[in-house]
């Protein structure tokens, strides 16, 4: 049985017996390539680990405790109200806030996070806002604390799930394929998740619960797209098993190639309209998921192929110098 590659991406196993002319169709050198895309992703790496020392993260009180307060303002606040209140809260705290950001129906209400304070300060942060827009003591409609152990709980809770799902995710993708892949794909992973811990110390998005579903969630999207070239590749490998594996993989991802685009633009255009409509609070958890879907491309397209060739072809040379046993 014949197999042909139309520009489709598909094998036709119809294809007649008799020679015929073959459309030529140039692929992309991926592996070629790939010296370019690691030292890329290298600088890329140093640019985003600089960004994290120098700016740090801008921690909630869910992960290293502090106290919350929700006021009711009255009216929809701008965002040169919300820099006014973050003003006015900071000069009396002596102490820069975690967030401060629009809730309630209509922003009409806003949520004050900073580490503890007592007592007498909260008051005196409410009395500076009560004088300023004219509140009155009913507009004070919450005020909590979260303490050290609490939020030490949930930090060890956050570390330990997404560990979890990136232990199962190699265990998986060892099993489908081999450990070389999984070893790959944990490799795309942790470049997504690290690339969205720079977009919060970049753009200093609170570091809160939404957290813990934004790398879950790109973990989720990231390895699907990742999975989606390995199995290429399998397939490519079984039909073409005189062709190098470097071969079969350049082919795959540039089979693959047009769908990862799609579907990235697809899913793109839907949670970008959700940043564009979305309140406050959501636009904090959307964009950090718009990076992690733009790195999860770029992994699975550039990094995914390389590195699991790159593995495949160490663990060839390692066994390769492995002298043989003396009889």
Known sequence: MNYEFNPQGMYDMNAPSEPKKKVSQKLIPFIKLRRYFLIFTAVCFVIGLAIILLRGFAWDTDFIGGTSMQINIGHTLTKEEIAEITSITEDIIQKKVSAVQRTGDGGKQVLIKCTEIDTETRDAVFIALK?????????????????????????RSAIISVSLAVALMLVYITIRFDFRSGLAAICCLTHDLFFIMVAYALLQLPMNTNVIVALLTILGYSINATIIVFDRVRENVKLNPKSSFDDNVTLSVNQTLLRSINTTITTLLTI????????????????????????????????AGNVWALLQGLGKKKTAVVPAEKK
């Open 272 to 303: 970008v309209m959700i940043y564009i409509l979305g309140v406050q609070s959501i636009q904090q958890f959307i964009l950090p998921l718009i990076v992690g879907i733009v790195a999860g491309l770029y992994s699975s397209v550039c990094l």
């Open 131 to 155: 004088d300023r827009f004219g509140l009155t003591d009913a507009d004070r409609l919450n005020v909590s604390s979260v303490g050290a152990s609490v939020s030490a709980d949930f930090r």
